[in-house]
């Protein structure tokens, strides 16, 4: 659609197959550079980005179907790249939320995870399953680390999964796929443990040993 509207347009354009070969390579160089600022951000070292980039492209053929081009018409190469822009994005969230910052264009952030989410479970029939770690991953982080504080973020990226799903079902025109896959049931476990734990509030200051005892309880319970 988008070479047909520029054609019609009337801008000059390459081989249709160069076209689409251009759009992976742009697509998968914003995957790249998401996961060498993921790696700068966590390792708080810039130059852990250089590394990550070096590696990833030294290994390309490993982690993607660039160089296969016999191949390049399958779905994957154009998820994961999108799977790597929304865990960056998580991560942001993640970061803002820890230190308490609330910025006027934070909805922008929340929109953009949101759509990527959106735009990964449509692009790969496989997403969910990808996400299904993600998402245990968060949880538990906040539940076995017992970072009770991360409570209000975690409610709200399932929430941005749950509205992500479905619009992606919308889209697929009811997929049994994605209806009937583990993450779908895995995010109405949440959401109906969010609401059975919804008066559970983070402790005020540090704890005593007691109130550690009792907050780890009830998150096994929960």
């Known amino acids: 659609l988008e070479f047909r ?15 689409f070969k251009y759009h992976i390579w742009v697509l998968n ?12 951000e966590i390792s708080g070292n810039p130059l852990a980005s250089v590394a990550c980039f070096l590696v990833s492209f030294l290994n390309r053929f490993q982690i993607s179907r660039l160089g296969n081009y016999s191949t390049s018409d399958l779905r994957e190469i154009w998820g994961i790249p999108i799977l790597w822009l929304q865990t960056y994005l998580l991560w942001r969230l993640i970061l803002s939320s820890r230190r308490g910052t609330n910025t006027p ?14 735009a990964f479970i449509v692009s790969w029939q496989f997403s969910p399953f990808l996400l299904l770690l993600q998402a245990t991953a ?3 982080v906040l539940l076995v680390a017992g970072w009770s504080s991360l409570r209000p973020l975690v409610m709200s990226v399932v929430h941005a999964y749950v509205l992500a ?28 443990a969010f609401l059975i734990c919804a008066w559970r509030q983070p402790p005020i200051g540090i704890p005593g040993w007691r109130q550690w005892l009792g907050g780890r309880m009830a998150d096994v319970v929960e």
Do not use: K, M
């Not at 264009?105 to 959106?118: D, E, M, P, Q, Y």
């Open 138 to 140: 968060l949880y538990f």
């Open 165 to 192: 799903l479905l619009l992606a079902v919308f889209v697929h025109f009811g997929s049994p796929y994605l209806l009937t896959s583990p993450f779908f049931f895995q995010l109405a476990a949440f959401e109906i």
């Open 105 to 118: 264009g934070s909805w922008l952030l929340w929109l953009a995870f949101g759509g990527t989410t959106f």
């Open 5 to 19: 509207a520029l054609r019609w347009v009337g801008l000059p354009l390459p081989h249709p197959f160069d076209f």
């Open 29 to 40: 160089g914003v995957g790249q550079a998401s996961l060498s600022l993921l790696a700068a």
